[in-house]
Antibody, heavy 118, light 114 residues
Framework: QVQLQESGPGLVKPSQTLSLTCTVS??????????WSWIRRLPGQGLEWIAN???????FYNPSLKSRVTISVDTSKNQFSLRMDSVTAADTAVYYC??????????WGQGTLVTVSS | DIVMTQSPDSLAVSLGERATINCKSS????????????LAWYQQRPGQPPKLLLY???TRESGVPDRFSGSGSGTDFTLTISSLQAEDVAVYYC??????????FGQGTRLEIK
């Protein structure tokens, strides 16, 4: 079955760039049925959707984060990635990658904690 | 943005009893052309990622026990666990996907055993 796995640094300094990659296994990221997503859980708060990408490269961003976020896809590696610029302590969160067909997220990675601190 | 508000924030229920969690959206998530409510429910156990329980407000994801059910339409929705089991201790979230401009989640409801 399809599995997702996040990878990337667990510690990022303030004002620097957060970069995460999600590797898809057990299925193709080039499936025409699905979008691929990044979502985060902020400490003491709920879940926040960050962005979606289709295998063709079409992207959708949360307007509140759009100015700092870039999502990209590498179909040759079956991966998609998140880049978030100018991070602050408020970006400390558990970051998840997930899969969606119609907007509900049916498969999630285990999540990776990213701490923004000097 | 569509704001999702859950109630209560936390809930303690005895084993075998019914648990009910409510979710209210700031605007309707019912799409009239297909009569579908663009509303999902998730369960997040400690140390685990969220797990999809229900989509289209009431359609159970494959493998989800039938003690989990969803109801409601428009702006008001309910997740019901008919007979609470120990493994149901978790935080539960609702999510709207009506607005493709931005998907939004409720703040979460923590469910514990009384």
């Amino acid at each position: 079955q399809v599995q997702l796995q996040e990878s990337g640094p667990g510690l990022v300094k303030p004002s620097q760039t957060l970069s995460l990659t999600c590797t898809v296994s057990g299925g193709s990221i080039s499936s025409s049925d699905y979008y691929w997503s990044w979502i985060r859980r902020l400490p003491g708060q709920g879940l926040e959707w960050i962005a979606n990408i289709y295998y063709s490269g079409s992207t959708f961003y949360n307007p509140s984060l759009k100015s700092r976020v870039t999502i990209s896809v590498d179909t040759s590696k079956n991966q998609f990635s998140l880049r978030m610029d100018s991070v602050t302590a408020a970006d400390t969160a558990v970051y998840y990658c997930a899969r969606t067909m119609t907007g509900s997220f049916d498969i999630w990675g285990q999540g990776t904690l990213v701490t923004v601190s000097s | 943005d569509i704001v999702m508000t859950q109630s209560p924030d936390s809930l303690a229920v005895s084993l075998g009893e019914r648990a009910t969690i409510n979710c209210k959206s700031s605007q309707s998530v019912l799409y009239s052309p297909n009569n579908k409510n663009y509303l999902a429910w998730y369960q997040q156990r400690p140390g685990q990622p969220p797990k999809l329980l229900l989509y289209w407000a009431s359609t159970r994801e494959s493998g989800v026990p039938d003690r989990f059910s969803g109801s409601g339409s428009g702006t008001d929705f309910t997740l019901t666990i008919s007979s609470l089991q120990a493994e149901d201790v978790a935080v539960y979230y609702c999510q709207q996907y009506y607005s493709t401009r931005t998907y939004t989640f409720g703040q979460g409801t923590r469910l514990e055993i009384k």
